[in-house]
Structure formats: structure tokens, C-alpha cells
């Protein structure tokens, strides 16, 4: 291994030019991988590429958009033509439109939502699945959701398509387990910093009152995508939230109390 997790494996990271995708990317570099990524904008492709410049291997980041079946058979041509094998795919991108009443209800706001966060990774996956199975790679597929595939946002575009990827990951690890190939997926909480790189204050965060560092997401983006941790795990969402979804509105209460 080269006391690297992912030392020679070449990971395919979807829209991964800012927050959770290029944490994925550095974290997955830091531990050998050659990394291929795509993201819409060319300058958030072209920092990404300079900081990955610091970790040896082979780092490419290609424009496109995971809404545009176009633009994926492009991207796959692209592999192809230069004989790049996958061994881990991540599909990280996706959008939220954050309409809550279903009086304004958008027939192209789920259209979109459902291009970017279910159908355009669908297609990607079958692509990259069938690359997978023609040179017998025994690979990796880790699909981003989120907890509000579970929990209630006010965001029904958003968190249905969210659900939709939780039973996608359960149906591909059947299919793809005849093949040795695992599917898993990431399900966090709020990711984000500020401009100064600050977390966020968040009260409904159980663990450290504050919104998530993106880097522990990327961090167990690598233990679903490395053989020595996750031979076995298949089927798996694993949930990073700081407990904001054990949150109910008698914790504020019971923590208050004082031991008698």
C-alpha cells in the first residue's frame, strides 16, 4: 500500500471544485489516488488542480455538468481514449431549491433536481459500473445524500430525490455485489465554513453546536472507497450529522436538569 489507503486507484469525483467534493479530492489525494474530477466552473476546476499539484499522482479536472447526458458520454469517451480504469466513483454533485409550499410547486425545479441528484449519476453509474465489470475491477461507487433523506427540511424536491438515492445504493449493491464492486453512501448533516474558514454556529448540532468540517466528510469518503477498512461494507449509509437528527424538542430540556 505505500501506508497509503488508496495508493495507484483512480477515483472519478463529480462536481468536487468546492465544499464537500474538494474536501473528497484533497483527502483521497493525501492518501495516493490519482484524481479525476469534474466540476461547471473552470476556475474552481483550475484552483482544485493547483492544490492537488501538492500530492503526487495523476490529478485532472474536466468542465462538465452531471445534468447534461451529453456532457457525460464525454466524459467517459475521455476516459476511455486515454485508457483511464476507475476503480472508485464518487457522485457528489447535486442541487436543493429550497421552495417549501407546494403552491408553488415547479414542474422544472424537480426536472433540475432530479437531473443533477438522481438521473444524471444514474447514468454515470451504469457507465462507470460497466467499465468496472469489462477489466474486473473490484471497485467502489459511494453516492452523497443527505439526512434529509430521512429527515423533514421543508425542501420536497431536495430531500425526495435524497430518498431516492438511499434505495438506489441498497438496489446497486445487490446488483453489483455478483461483480465484487460496493456500493455506499455518505449521508451528512450542514457542511460549511465561512469565508475565513470558521464553522457555523448550530444549536441542533448534539455534538459541537456547530455546522460540519467538510474534510470529515472526505475522510469518510476514503474509508467506504479503501479495501482495508471496507472489503465487507456494502449497502451501507453512513450518517455524519454532530446528532443535529437526534434532535427533539425535549433535549434542551432533559440537558438542563441537574443530577439529584
Not at 477515483?11 to 483521497?28: K, P
Not at 457542511?191 to 453546536?209: I, M, N, P, R, T
Not at 479503501?226 to 430540556?253: A, C, E, P
Request: net charge neutral; charged share 25%.
Amino acid at each position: 500500500m505505500d501506508n497509503k489507503l488508496l495508493a495507484k486507484k483512480n477515483v472519478l469525483i463529480t462536481g468536487a471544485g468546492q465544499n464537500i467534493g474538494r474536501s473528497i479530492a484533497l483527502e483521497m489525494a493525501k492518501e495516493g489516488a490519482n484524481i479525476f474530477f469534474t466540476d461547471i466552473c473552470g476556475t474552481r476546476s483550475c484552483q482544485l488542480e493547483k492544490e492537488l499539484e501538492n500530492y503526487p499522482g495523476n490529478h485532472k479536472g474536466i468542465v462538465s455538468s452531471i445534468q447534461k447526458e451529453e456532457d457525460i458520454h464525454a466524459l467517459c469517451k475521455y476516459l476511455t481514449r486515454d485508457n483511464i480504469k476507475i476503480d472508485i466513483l464518487v457522485n457528489n454533485v447535486g442541487i436543493q431549491y429550497e421552495t417549501t409550499s407546494l403552491d408553488d410547486f415547479s414542474i422544472k425545479e424537480w426536472h433540475d433536481t432530479y437531473a443533477a441528484n438522481v438521473f444524471g449519476p444514474m447514468i454515470l453509474t451504469k457507465n462507470i459500473s460497466q467499465m468496472m465489470k469489462k477489466h474486473s475491477i473490484h471497485g467502489s461507487i459511494i453516492f452523497l445524500t443527505s439526512i434529509h433523506q430521512w429527515e423533514v427540511v421543508r425542501w420536497p424536491s431536495y430531500s425526495s430525490s435524497k430518498a431516492a438515492l438511499g434505495m438506489i445504493i441498497e438496489e446497486l449493491a445487490v446488483e453489483l455485489s455478483r461483480h465484487k464492486i460496493r456500493v455506499n453512501g455518505i449521508a451528512p448533516g450542514w457542511v460549511a465554513k465561512d469565508e475565513k474558514g470558521h464553522l457555523f454556529e448550530e444549536k441542533y448540532s448534539l455534538l459541537h453546536k456547530s455546522s460540519i468540517d467538510p474534510c470529515y466528510i472526505g475522510r469518510t469518503a476514503v474509508y467506504l472507497a479503501s479495501d482495508y477498512f471496507s472489503l465487507f461494507t456494502t449497502g451501507t449509509i453512513i450518517k455524519i450529522d454532530g446528532g443535529t437528527s437526534l434532535y427533539n424538542n425535549r433535549v434542551d430540556q432533559t440537558s438542563s436538569h441537574k443530577e439529584e
